[in-house]
């Protein structure tokens, strides 16, 4: 049964192919990229097991667990996970959920990712083979296997987890506040580790490489390394952990399999709706204070889909963990420790964030999917349209910005900053929100018809890669006016810098809605075409 989901998963990406070259060639990039990647950590790996180096041969433990932690957290906070086998395709089939279960988990395995990270675990196991023979060459295959089982696992298990979560309005601000603190507490763990390091030196290292090798993050890929030294004992206890976390992940993905089958998140039974009261105008707008206008009626509309769309409320996250993992990392790291980090340096990183803040409608609709034809027949003007979504999601995005200027204000503790790196980050939002409207027009691609917010079509993470890079290359360089404002202008430009940024951005972000608008009125067959999913 699991050749019968590797057939069909093959199978799936070739009819997939047909007929989209630009498909093709984002495949294509996504598989370069791995192999560079992949040879590249393969080298070091192989370093590590065959040099003797004492630096080197901690890269099994460190190596390995950062790469468990990519699988992790990745998924959800930037590439999402392929669905080409979508659960809810196999919701009618008479298929018992272990075997659904074994077969999907085969599908998962059959992509780039999982390919680039056996090509780079597999040095390990190379090196185990030179340096122990093939006793160990075989312990060290094995370990790499279950590491690989174990990251696709974590992965799916997670993003399952969480997307049940998000589906289910009760818990998903919890969800958010969860995921956020997971991430953003990745900043203070490496700067902890950065700083045991440099005071203690190559011992502490050892010694955390060591607690790191009996974590299942570690675990799988230390085995190697204890079969050349002979402690067999060790490897079956690895082993042993390494399985007993695999079954655990099986299970708990297997509990939010069924509901990825069906679609739904258990959201409290069918309670009937109660019958409002007023017209339908009315009914719509609600206690909203918009205008009763096609504009107001766009922008209660993109409001409503920010908050229930769980694909939407998965990007709004994105944003709101990296937001708070950037100012965290470059203010409480090594060198903001001993006063080495330069203003210059910390607006450039309000740079980076406020153009990484609107990367969330780089492919904005791509989230509407076929229903974008509603647009196209009712003839909606592409600059009203483009205003509404843009003044939306800013809505839910402005204060998280301002969240982040406060937090980077108090962790440098310089009160005097707070207009530059304001100015800063509204204007390279601005700029950001210009770029990205255009490659909202220019770049939509589609998503999967699925409830999982974090499920992406294969060659589309190279897609979502390049059009954030378009985004953050773009948005910093228009940006750059207010920027060397900030940095350069002494006492007088960073107090200029906060009214400067704010005409500056929405100067930038008007402009932007105005000539994409006007693409968008050329291109709304082409764009519905582009965002509609292919069977």
């Known amino acids: 049964m699991a050749l019968t989901f590797a057939k069909l998963k093959l199978r799936t990406l070739r009819n997939g192919f047909r007929g989209r070259p630009a498909k093709i060639i984002m495949f294509s990039l996504g598989l370069l990229g791995a192999l560079f990647y992949g040879g590249l950590a393969f080298v070091l790996f192989l370093g590590a097991m065959i040099s003797g180096h004492d630096g080197l041969a901690l890269a099994a433990a460190y190596g390995g667990t950062l790469m468990t932690l990519a699988w992790l957290l990745m998924p959800l906070v930037w590439f999402g996970v392929d669905e080409t086998l979508d659960p809810a395709r196999f919701a009618l089939l008479p298929i018992p959920k272990l075997v659904l279960l074994r077969g999907l988990l085969v599908g998962a395995l059959i992509g780039v990712p999982a390919a680039a990270t056996l090509l780079a675990t597999s040095g390990l196991a190379v090196g185990a083979f030179i340096e ?64 045991g390091a440099q005071a203690v030196g190559m011992e502490r290292l050892e010694s955390i490489a060591r607690v790191l090798g009996w974590t299942p993050f570690g675990a799988p890929y230390v085995v190697g390394q204890d079969a050349v030294a002979g402690h067999w004992g060790a490897v079956a206890a690895r082993l042993a952990l390494t399985v007993a976390v695999i079954a655990l992940l099986a299970w708990w993905w297997s509990t939010s399999l069924e509901s990825a089958m069906v679609g739904s998140a258990g959201e409290g039974g069918s309670s009937a709706t109660a019958v409002r009261a007023g017209s339908p105008t009315a009914r719509f707008f609600r206690r909203s204070r918009a205008p009763r206008t096609a504009y107001g009626a766009m922008l209660v509309r993109e409001m409503r889909y920010w908050l229930r769309d769980a694909r939407r409320r998965a990007s709004l996250i994105t944003f709101a963990v990296v937001g708070v993992f950037l100012p965290v990392t470059f203010n409480l790291g090594p060198a903001a420790a ?63 910005l301002l969240g982040v200027a406060a937090l980077t204000i108090v962790l440098r503790g310089h009160p005097a900053e707070l207009p530059a790196v304001l100015g800063v980050l509204l204007a390279a939002y601005g700029t950001g929100l210009a770029c990205c409207l255009h490659l909202s027009v220019w770049g939509a691609y589609s998503l999967p018809e699925t409830q999982n917010p974090f499920a992406i079509n294969t060659g589309t993470g190279v897609a979502k890669s390049l059009l ?25 430009g960073s107090v200029l810098a906060l009214p400067a ?35």
Do not use: H
């Not at 991430?183 to 203070?188: F, Y």
């Not at 229903?371 to 592409?382: E, I, K, N």
């Not at 006016?481 to 006492?491: D, I, K, N, S, T």
């Not at 940024?501 to 067959?525: H, K, S, V």
């Open 501 to 535: 940024g704010l005409a500056y951005g929405l100067g930038a972000a008007w402009l932007g809605a105005l000539t994409a608008g006007d693409a968008l009125d050329r291109r709304q067959p082409e764009l519905l075409l582009a965002v509609t999913p292919k069977r």
């Open 338 to 400: 001993q006063g080495q980090m330069p203003a210059a340096m910390q607006l450039l990183t309000m740079v980076g964030i406020g153009t990484l803040a609107s990367v969330g409608l780089a492919n904005q609709f791509g989230y509407d999917g076929s229903a974008y034809a509603a647009q196209v027949v009712s003839g909606v003007p592409g600059r009203l349209e483009l205003r509404a979504r843009a003044v939306a999601y800013s809505w839910f995005v402005m204060p998280v």
């Open 468 to 492: 954030a890079m378009a985004a953050l290359i773009g948005g910093p360089v228009l940006a750059s006016p207010v920027y060397l404002l900030a940095a350069l202008g002494g006492q007088v």
């Open 132 to 195: 122990g023979g093939l006793a160990a060459g075989l312990t060290g295959s094995v370990g790499v296997l279950l590491g690989l089982v174990l990251c696709v696992l974590m992965s799916r298990a997670v993003t399952s987890g969480f997307a049940r979560a998000l589906r289910a309005r009760r818990t998903r601000d919890l969800a958010a506040v969860v995921l956020a603190v997971l991430a953003a507490s990745v900043g203070p763990i490496q700067y902890a580790v950065n700083s």
